[in-house]
């Protein structure tokens, strides 16, 4: 029988208690997990509101330049519609501009440095943006110097005597201004647009000159000595903040200044709400609050007059030139910012001494080799060989007449160029032979690896009349496979070929120049040569 005792021990006995156990577990778990489950999977209209009563955010996407990047986002609280997050990133108006000019997106809000970002030029056909305020805000572009340096009247002027420091118009906006100031300025100087688009040869030599000794490869309003005679182009916001910047004074022509202008665009595709944030922030920046939110951040606003305090005096602004315009002067600087290191090797075979009308091939390429080294600045660097059949003695098709060096390189009181000019003259009285072209190709090739400079584009210029006639020498995709296995992507060599006359194996130079990232180029009339030695010698 049976007593309460035993009854109490069945029913609560160990084996009992953990089942009771583990059915509240599973009760428990399947509670939680239900829970969890309704919070990632309820749909946002029914989900709890946030502290702010937001149930879904808006996300805007902002890129905006650096000179603007503190301002906005200074800003950003105050002008964001509720439930709206503003994601700022900074970029310069050419990385943007590339992306998409490249397949990339736009930004759904873009404030560039200037407008010149803004067209097809720039962007591409396919690119599509609503330009809400052409300016948000301002800072002129200046020349700045210290006490030895002077005000020239101009910007061509200036930009002429070689003294002027600016950062690469290739991928900075400034510079890009600076570039093409001597257009913007050219009606009011007097000068005439070829005038003023002829004065950026010295300057973008002179730069190419430094950048090749390494100088210049960053620029800063103080980067030079106070005794120094230097000027460097830089913004007057740049000159607020520079350290040290009291000793500089600003130089710049009174002709006016090119200035940032700050644009606020929205792509067209763009969600609804970034033209509400882009709006907010044109109200707040136009604003009396929004002023004096640019002068702490060293600009000025984009209407009225300029605020007292500035580090210059600038009052008159240059117009800003079009995408187009910058575009064709940035190809034009590329082309002759970029010192030449130039292996010139010219065909000395009999056949050189054909007829051409106006004298001999030899003759002509001749006159045209003096006239390209009197367009060459003094610090390209070129050299120059010949070849035939067992040129250089026997089993060797070239000989080497000059080796690459410095035009204004001065041996035996003589410059380099002046050297070049005479053996130029000479070439005429050496031809003679077969055609040996494709042991000398190689054998140039090897000695411009060789002798490769950072910082020039380095490059063989061969030209022929004919194909090659050496039974001994190396074939034609042995040639291939040796340029290619001497083709080093750290120490860039072109081949760049010259046909002259149709007689020369143009495919050939093709093959060579191919392999290399070389160009060929085929002169098929006497008259042609100069030009096509001139687009030979330019290539990049």
């Known amino acids: 029988m049976s007593t309460p005792d035993d009854a109490y021990e069945r029913e609560f006995s160990p084996r009992v208690v953990l089942a009771v156990g583990v059915a509240l577990l599973l009760i428990t778990g399947l509670l939680l997990g239900g829970g969890a489950a309704y919070l990632l999977w309820a749909s946002p209209d029914e989900a709890e509101p946030s502290v702010d009563g937001c149930t879904r955010y808006r996300t805007v996407d902002l890129t905006v330049t650096s000179e603007m990047y503190e301002v906005v986002v200074d800003v950003l609280d105050e002008v964001a519609p509720a439930c709206t997050s503003v994601e700022p990133a900074v970029r310069s108006g050419a990385e943007v501009a590339l992306g998409v000019s490249t397949g990339g997106a736009l930004p759904d809000i873009w404030i560039p440095e200037s407008r010149i970002w803004l067209g097809r030029a720039r962007l591409g056909r396919a690119a599509r943006v609503q330009v809400l305020a052409p300016s948000l805000a301002r800072t002129p572009v200046l020349l700045v110097g210290g006490p030895r340096a002077r005000r020239f009247p101009t910007w061509g002027d200036a930009e002429a005597t070689g003294l002027v420091s600016v950062p690469d118009p290739e991928v900075s906006t400034v510079g890009a201004l600076a570039l093409v100031a001597p257009l913007a300025e050219a009606r009011t100087s007097g000068r005439t647009a070829a005038e003023a688009q002829q004065m950026v040869v010295p300057f973008a030599q002179t730069y190419g000159a430094r950048r090749a000794r390494g100088a210049d490869l960053r620029v800063w309003p103080t980067m030079f000595r106070a005794r120094s005679p230097r000027l460097v182009v830089t913004t007057e916001q740049e000159l607020a903040?520079?350290?040290?910047?009291?000793?500089?004074?600003?130089?710049?022509?009174?002709?006016?200044?090119?200035?940032?202008?700050?644009p606020l665009a929205v792509g067209e595709d763009a969600d609804p709400g970034a033209r509400l944030v882009a709006l907010g922030l044109l109200d707040h920046l136009m604003g009396e609050d929004g002023a004096t939110t640019l002068v702490e951040h060293g600009l000025r606003p984009a209407r009225g007059p300029s605020p007292t305090g500035t580090r210059s005096d600038v009052s008159t602004y240059l117009p800003t030139p079009t995408g187009r315009t910058v575009v064709t002067a940035v190809q034009s600087w590329r082309t002759l910012a970029i010192p030449s290191a130039i292996l010139a090797v010219v065909d000395a075979s009999g056949s050189m001494d054909f007829d051409s009308g106006a004298g001999t091939r030899m003759d002509l390429?001749?006159?045209?080799?003096?006239?390209?080294?009197?367009?060459?600045?003094?610090?390209?660097r070129v050299g120059l060989w010949i070849f035939s059949i067992d040129k250089g003695g026997p089993g060797q098709d070239w000989r080497v007449l000059e080796p690459i060096r410095r035009l204004d390189d001065l041996r035996f009181g003589r410059t380099q160029r002046y050297a070049l000019r005479e053996r130029a003259s000479e070439m005429s009285g050496l031809t003679g032979g077969?055609?040996?072209?494709?042991?000398?190709?190689?054998?140039?090739?090897?000695?411009?690896?060789?002798?490769?400079?950072r910082n020039y584009a380095n490059a063989v210029v061969l030209m022929t009349d004919g194909?090659?006639?050496?039974?001994?020498?190396?074939?034609?995709?042995?040639?291939?496979?040796?340029?290619?296995?001497?083709?080093?992507?750290?120490?860039?060599?072109?081949?760049?070929?010259?046909?002259?006359?149709?007689?020369a194996d143009l495919g050939a130079l093709q093959r060579m120049a191919q392999v290399t990232g070389g160009d060929a180029y085929l002169a098929a009339q006497p008259e042609d040569i100069l030009g096509v030695f001139a687009q030979a010698v330019l290539s990049r």
């Open 241 to 262: 903040h520079a350290e040290d910047g009291q000793r500089l004074r600003d130089l710049t022509p009174d002709v006016g200044a090119p200035v940032l202008d700050f």
């Open 365 to 380: 390429l001749a006159d045209a080799a003096k006239i390209g080294l009197s367009f060459l600045p003094d610090h390209a």
């Open 434 to 453: 077969g055609t040996g072209l494709y042991d000398t190709a190689l054998a140039a090739y090897r000695e411009a690896v060789r002798s490769y400079r």
């Open 467 to 503: 194909r090659n006639e050496d039974a001994g020498s190396i074939g034609l995709d042995q040639l291939l496979a040796r340029l290619r296995e001497l083709r080093d992507p750290d120490r860039p060599v072109r081949i760049v070929g010259i046909a002259i006359s149709e007689d």
